[in-house]
């Protein structure tokens, strides 16, 4: 071993480092040194750079920001790459700040990424070659991991992927770092508390609710129409953003506050409102941060306002505290999100329609106003311990135009990669359609515990769906008939002929949900996973402790 470390380097330290995509992904405690816009890392303290296990170039990086608890890892943070996201941990607050400042300098003062050079750009192909790609674009298809066949044969498509990742993927409200997990629970009650929840409980039921779910939609769609008209034009201005929020100081309205997550624009809250003594989550954004999107905050704030259904998590108000500080409330689901149980236990059929049925039945009311939410995956689903479902997160989420029932998003790069439809990779006009792909993609997910192309790098993942059709279960004879014609509808690559969120609602698939106690015993049994895996890693890391006394 040589005594060797990079030199010079800016920051160096201990952190551990999520690897796998698997259940359970593990944690290994790696020595990382920063040197030349480069974070390396090694399995010993001291090793040289030859013997380093990997590194994160952050030339390319998009994004870094701290994240809530992950497991049992107090201080978590990630990095955004075109080529993988990186979860890391530290091992304090004080030693994850002095990272993520020093990673932030990084991405300040970084090189024009891919995400910075959609101008100036000529590219030609000839005999099947690439000529005149800017060095960045060069980079990402290193990485990759493109064959020279691949190459040759698909210059179209590479370059569509490559424009892709150029423009976008496009961030909202506070920026990507903004997007982390609200769990939530339950509000004061409001105008639609009448309506079902949605649990389904076999055809019969499913065909009831159905017919429930439809005239009540329809009672409300004269008011939601007119709630839209009523919402002043949205401009990224804070006069905008006034006319949006309560007037009102918000400290007084809640109790004590108790943190329960951090984002890199402010930290989330869990608070009592005092009045009505509702549970709500509240995420706190400083507006005079660096990169707050205002406009992608008017819009979140403006879409929740108006998109009231009982499986979207439900608005529970937005207020300015002294001018500078946004509140944002929203009910409190005490489960968390979908990709905790998805985590920590294998999903039955029953269990996955259980999880698609409402969530169809919200993009279905959705879609009937012309929305589209555009970020629909396990992440952005919500569980309660009673068994609820809520669609949440509209960070993403847009009204097409109203005059035209097939209103079109043209060319807005949008979503989280694995779960895009291939008509945003290419580039092409979508509409509604997108979000019953994602949801497609989510059920997958559901089944094999990740999306497809997961082990891919996003950019080669991007080329894959761009590509390749339809994507597949891994082992697709354990799962039914009704479940894979399910998700070969849900996929259509063509957009026109995929199913609607009303068709799907329809497919026997759905029909062959579990029970809500099934469901809720299902949420206790990976509770106990999680809290089992949780402690072995804690003891783990007290043994390494020990050992490294």
Known sequence: ???ASPQPASKRGFLEKRGGSKLARKWKRRWFVL???KV??????GDSLAEALGAINMNNATDVRPLSKVSTKRFPFEVDTPTRVWQLSAESEMVRKA????????L???ISTPFNVTHDVHVTVLDGILEGLPDEWKELLRESDFTEAEMKNNTTAILQVLQFQAEGPQTTGAGAASRGRLARDSIAPGALDELALSPPGGADAADAASARRLTDNASQAAAIVAAFSALP???GSMEVLEALVDGTDPAPL???LVKIGAGGFGDVYKGVHNESQSVVAIKQIELSGENVDMLGLQNEIAMMK????????RFAGAYLEASSMLWICMEFIDAGALTDVIAYREMSEAEIAYVCRPILCALEFLHQFNVIHRDIKSENILLSSAGDIKLADFGFSTRLDPKDGKGQAEGQVVGTPYWMAPEIVRGQPYGIPVDVWSLGIAAIEMADAEPPYCEFPPMRALFLIATHGSPSLQEPDRWSEAFRDFLARALEVDASNRATATKLLEHSFIGQACSRADFVAALDEAKIVRAQIEAAEAEEAAAAATAAL
């Open 1 to 3: 071993m040589s005594a």
């Open 35 to 37: 040197e030349a816009n």
């Open 40 to 45: 390396y890392y090694f399995k010993e303290r």
């Open 99 to 106: 990272w993520l400042d020093v990673l932030s300098q990084c």
């Open 108 to 110: 300040r003062g970084s």
């Open 233 to 235: 034009e949205l401009d």
């Open 254 to 256: 809640f109790g004590t």
């Open 306 to 313: 108006v998109v009231a259904h009982p499986n979207i998590v």
